[in-house]
């Protein structure tokens, strides 16, 4: 396995439209999450998932952005008519706490500029 | 409110020598703590971790020193390498890391030789 995917590595969208992006996790893992980053600040919480039941949502997630994890394996992160304030790096992590060991493993992000 | 906080946004320490990395809290309630390694354009990289029912945890070059009372932790590199010049992020964690990490801004650590 070669750890967490993410897909895009880069979008360029401009104001207003919708950007969709993938993660992949660590194949055995049942949590995914998902984190948003901005320059000069660390990773911010913004939803994770149990296999497919999503168990948290940040009040950061607006009701513009959505997540899914539809057959508890990969994950989506939508975000819906896009705004300058939304570029930022987004981060997917995955973990298996019933393996006993408690860190998440990061993928390497999608870098979202809005125009 | 910021849970977690990284008061140096940089440190440059000597080749050979200690990197201390600094990190205080506000939530008593936290029991979980990580370290994270970032270089640019990769995502973190798990570093070390520790319970809030122990104040120490080495591995190899890496110790973390916790201290509750305070509600302050640090992070040791001995001996500091060039390699280990990277962003580093404290974060903490309520419920043993399986949920939501709550991170701090980062530390910039330069190391040189």
């Known amino acids: 396995d070669t750890g967490v995917s993410q897909d895009p590595r880069h979008k360029i969208t401009k104001r207003g439209q919708n950007v969709t992006f993938r993660c992949d996790p660590i194949s055995e893992h049942n949590r995914l999450y998902w984190y948003r980053q901005t320059l000069g600040q660390g990773p911010e919480f913004l939803t994770y998932f149990q296999n497919e039941a999503q168990l948290e949502k940040s009040r950061l997630l607006s009701d513009r952005f959505s997540a899914e994890r539809p057959k508890g394996s990969f994950s989506t992160l939508e975000i819906q008519r896009t705004e300058q304030g939304d570029s930022a790096m987004y981060l997917c992590?995955?973990?298996?706490?019933?393996?006993?060991?408690?860190?998440?493993?990061f993928g390497p992000g999608t870098r979202l500029t809005v125009l | 409110d910021q849970q977690v906080k990284q008061n140096s946004p940089s440190l440059s320490v000597q080749e050979g020598r200690i990197s201390i990395l600094n990190c205080d809290y506000t939530n008593s309630m936290f029991d979980y703590f990580l370290w994270y390694k970032k270089y640019p354009a990769e995502g973190p990289t798990f570093l070390i971790s520790?319970?809030?029912?122990?104040d120490k945890n080495e591995d190899g070059r890496f110790t973390v020193f916790l201290n509750k009372s305070a509600k302050h932790l640090s992070l040791h590199i001995v001996p500091s390498q060039p390699g280990d010049s990277a962003v580093y992020f404290c974060?903490?964690?309520?419920?043993?890391?399986?949920?939501?990490?709550?991170f701090g801004a980062g530390t910039r650590l330069a190391v040189h030789p």
């Open positions: 992590a995955s973990g298996n706490p019933g393996q006993g060991y408690n860190e998440q493993f």
């Open positions: 520790i319970s809030s029912i122990k």
């Open positions: 974060a903490a964690s309520l419920s043993g890391g399986y949920n939501k990490l709550i």
